[in-house]
């Protein structure tokens, strides 16, 4: 008898996020190629359902429900969940089918992926009805969930105080990676001429939010007397303007300033293999997603010291306060630029989807 584990990849259908989007993908391949004997892999995708079935080569098969993400996303919360099914059913996101089941006598299991916490952390920077929405799926969470993963021992211990220690038990580390395959293109050199960049610059990542650090980040570039430009990834649709207004008002020259938006894995791959040092300073207990993908290509790393820059990045980067990160970059850019690069290059080993999937097989034969 096949046992299934089925994965919800709403993301691969209508993405609310890149980086979930392709976390979801990557982990489902992952699990794929790393599937016990007597088991696969199948998903459960909102209408229209994946397109092209190719979208994630080995699925052995597909329960495409009657409504859209939007749709579905509301009744779920709401705990309804009609033509799911029973079986074991992991989501790399917090959208999962949380309804009331019996995972020993049914063999029925649910399992959700928490990623950030910033309808708790910073609040003030989300609308108001995806706060609600957040903290009432994380009552959902609490009750109905048979485990939930994070990717860090920080975000764990910061979960825990968010419910208030009613997860505790149900918590599981298990740490993201970078994209599939993300690795410098042959191409990098055309893809910076395509995004109209120049050859060197630093990288950094963000927007307007507070909590995304830009400010301080712009500040330590003014304080370190670098004097080339700075690229800002990641920079939601509209905000480049206020991303400008936080460069003048640091010291930053006009111009000197590029913004862009989510790109895909090979171009941020090009960008940030072109970059002197890549710049963090969100405090957040966020996975940090393009700080692992700057380990992927081996750039000299610079963070605000916190709990998950220190356990993601461990030796692999500058650490230093946010009114400091100046000094720590100075030293990035010049006497510790070779030897950051050299462990960034080491430390992007420990982080791989494959693993992350042995880890997923393991969690669900435990529960």
Excluded: Y
Excluded at 202 to 207: E, M, N, P, T
């Amino acid at each position: 008898m096949t046992v299934s584990l089925r994965v919800v990849l709403d993301q691969l259908v209508a993405p609310t996020s890149p980086d979930l989007a392709e976390a979801s993908a990557s982990l489902t391949e992952a699990l794929i190629a790393t599937a016990p004997r007597g088991c696969d892999v199948s998903a459960i995708v909102p209408a229209p359902g994946i397109p092209d079935t190719a979208a994630v080569a080995g699925l052995s098969s597909e329960t495409r429900l009657a409504v859209r993400r939007r749709e579905l996303a509301a009744s779920w919360q709401l705990g309804v969940a009609p033509g799911i099914g029973r079986g074991l059913i992991h989501s790399p996101t917090a959208l999962a089918p949380l309804v009331r089941h019996d995972r020993v006598n049914e063999t029925h299991q649910i399992v959700v992926t928490l990623w950030e916490l910033r309808a708790w952390e910073t609040p003030e920077e989300l609308p108001k009805a995806e706060i609600l929405a957040c903290r009432a799926l994380l009552a959902r969470v609490t009750k109905h969930a048979d485990a939930v993963v994070v990717p860090t021992h920080a975000m764990a211990e910061r979960l825990a105080e968010v419910a208030k220690s009613k997860l505790s038990k149900k918590v599981r580390v298990i740490g993201g990676a970078p994209a599939a395959g993300m690795r410098v293109p042959s191409d990098a050199v055309g893809r910076l001429r395509a995004l109209d960049l120049p050859s060197s610059f630093l990288v950094l990542a963000g927007g307007a939010a507070p909590s995304d650090g830009l400010a301080a980040a712009f500040a330590a570039v003014v304080a370190a007397k670098w004097e080339g430009e700075v690229v800002v990834l990641d920079v939601p649709e509209g905000e480049e303007p206020a991303v400008a207004d936080i460069a003048a008002a640091s010291g930053l020259a006009e111009g000197r300033v590029h913004s862009r938006g989510a790109l895909d894995r090979w171009d941020r791959a090009a960008v940030l293999s072109h970059a002197s040092v890549f710049v963090t300073a969100c405090g957040r207990t966020d996975w940090p997603w393009r700080a692992v993908d700057a380990l992927a290509v081996g750039v000299p790393i610079v963070a605000v010291d916190t709990a998950v820059h220190r356990e993601v990045l461990a030796d692999a980067a500058a650490f230093a306060p946010a009114e400091d990160l100046g000094n720590a970059l100075a030293r990035a850019l010049g006497e510790d630029a070779e030897r950051l690069r050299v462990l960034a290059g080491d430390r992007a080993k420990g982080f791989a989807w494959n693993a992350a999937a042995d880890r997923v097989w393991a969690l669900h034969a435990e529960l």
